[in-house]
């Protein structure tokens, strides 16, 4: 009997996926719960494995499609059972679309309107959180997704000509006011014949389409931007105390198959402010703060591909080892693509460690709909002022981004400060 291969739902809020790419052909032989394709999701990248083994005969969807949740993408047929089966059809030419007018009274009178509204507003917990933050009627919004859903990419889309909109007004009525010799030192100069008009390539550019992935990363930041009130706090912290302990405990650390690193340290300390002062575990909905009672870390790894935030759950539960172990399982296997979906949500308050590549500190976007994220800069000896004198000591930056809407600056301070004094003066007990 031939198997169905359907479209996973990779976690409860997740209602269709991209796939990224076909591990196996039309005509290969595949065991059970061997890699078959790859999925992009709003929460993981993943390789999904073959629910049967046998041989695929059909294969319903393109690489670069995305499709809902439970769609059949393929066929596994029986072992020694190959029949012919044709590559996915092309994508089907545009047809010509009536006048907007005759769209409007069609979609106002006909028998489906209300169904076609229910359609598009049968979208994902992220894009009715959207609508909801910038007070958008989705049923406004013509959905680009199957059946008219209505994706990410539309209500950004219309969101953002929204803001363009309104910021051609506001330049308009400036431009208005102002004096004749403003008002002409204003005026938009055509670029000459030779000039290049930008996002043109040049010859021998390389001009190459984002990836789901990174669709998904600019999708998110542009959200925390335009949702959020960001403001940044930098402390300096003298690592001399988590050094030594580092270097005395390194080894016993490692016969346990651990690596203790310098954000090991961090991400402890972290949790520990984080219950001290629990206005920084929280995250928003809508007009509504959730303080959390659990304390989950997500922790960003960079990927060749791209970046994705796995989640620590229960970090406050954990001592240093358990920590350790957790940061390299989850950095590991979130290289390897194998996260599950409930690993890469969930969090309540994120780090980010652009220090490894030597960046002395960034300015980190909050991952949403949390409320803070920290950025540890990279640790390296400088010459410091210590009673008087001056000394070389292990020193690093650590950067709290935080959403004033919810934290003011004393709170965020606050933290760092305990951050801060937990690492300077880390106590051999908690190794």
Do not use: C
Request: glycine fraction near 8%; aromatic fraction near 4%.
């Amino acid at each position: 009997m031939p198997t169905d291969v359907v479209m996973p739902q990779m976690g409860e809020s997740i209602a269709e996926g991209t796939i990224v790419r076909w591990i196996k052909k039309v005509g290969d032989a595949v065991d059970r719960d061997e890699p078959l394709f790859e999925i992009s999701t709003d929460k993981v990248d993943a390789e999904i494995p073959s629910p049967a083994a046998g041989v695929v005969s059909e294969i319903r969807a393109r690489e670069g499609d995305t499709v809902p949740v439970n769609s059949v993408v393929a066929v596994i047929g029986a072992a020694g059972e190959v029949r012919t089966a044709s590559p996915p059809p092309p994508a089907p030419a545009p047809k010509a679309s009536p006048p907007k007018a005759a769209q409007e009274v069609t979609a106002a009178t006909g028998p489906h309107a209300e169904s076609a509204d229910a359609l598009r507003e049968r979208s994902s917990p992220l894009v009715r959180k959207i609508a909801k933050d910038h007070n958008v009627d989705i049923s406004r919004i013509h959905g680009s997704g199957i059946a008219g859903r209505v994706t990410k990419d539309d209500i950004l889309g219309f969101i953002g000509q929204e803001g363009r909109e309104g910021q051609e007004g506001s330049a308009f009525a400036t431009q208005s006011n102002a004096a004749p010799a403003e008002q002409a030192a204003r005026v938009p100069v055509k670029p000459a014949a030779g000039d290049r008009v930008r996002g043109a390539g040049a010859p021998g550019d390389e001009i190459v389409k984002m990836s789901v992935m990174r669709k998904r990363i600019a999708e998110h930041m542009i959200v925390s931007r335009r949702t959020s009130a960001h403001v940044h706090s930098v402390f300096e912290v003298n690592f001399a105390r988590v050094a030594q302990i580092r270097e005395a405990k390194k080894a016993e650390f490692e016969r346990a198959g651990v690596k203790l690193t310098y954000l090991s340290f961090i991400v402890k300390a972290a949790v520990d402010a984080l219950r001290a002062v629990p206005v920084v575990n929280a995250s928003v909905d809508g007009d509504t703060v959730i303080y959390h009672k659990d304390v989950n870390v997500g922790i960003a790894v960079a990927l060749d591909w791209g970046l994705i935030v796995p989640v620590i759950k229960n970090a406050d539960e954990r001592n240093l080892i358990g920590i350790s172990r957790a940061l390299s399982d989850v950095a590991g296997r979130a290289r390897s693509k194998q996260l599950k979906p409930d690993e890469v949500s969930g969090g309540t308050f994120t780090i980010t460690n652009p220090g490894v590549f030597g960046a002395l500190f960034g300015m980190p976007i909050i991952n949403q709909p949390q409320v803070a994220i920290l950025g540890v800069g990279n640790v390296e000896k400088r010459p410091v002022v210590i009673d008087e004198a001056i000394a070389i000591r292990p020193m690093g930056y650590l950067t709290l981004g935080y959403d004033h809407r919810i934290i003011d600056g004393a709170v965020a301070d606050e933290f760092m400060a305990h951050v801060k004094r937990s690492l300077e003066n880390w106590d051999p007990a908690q190794v």
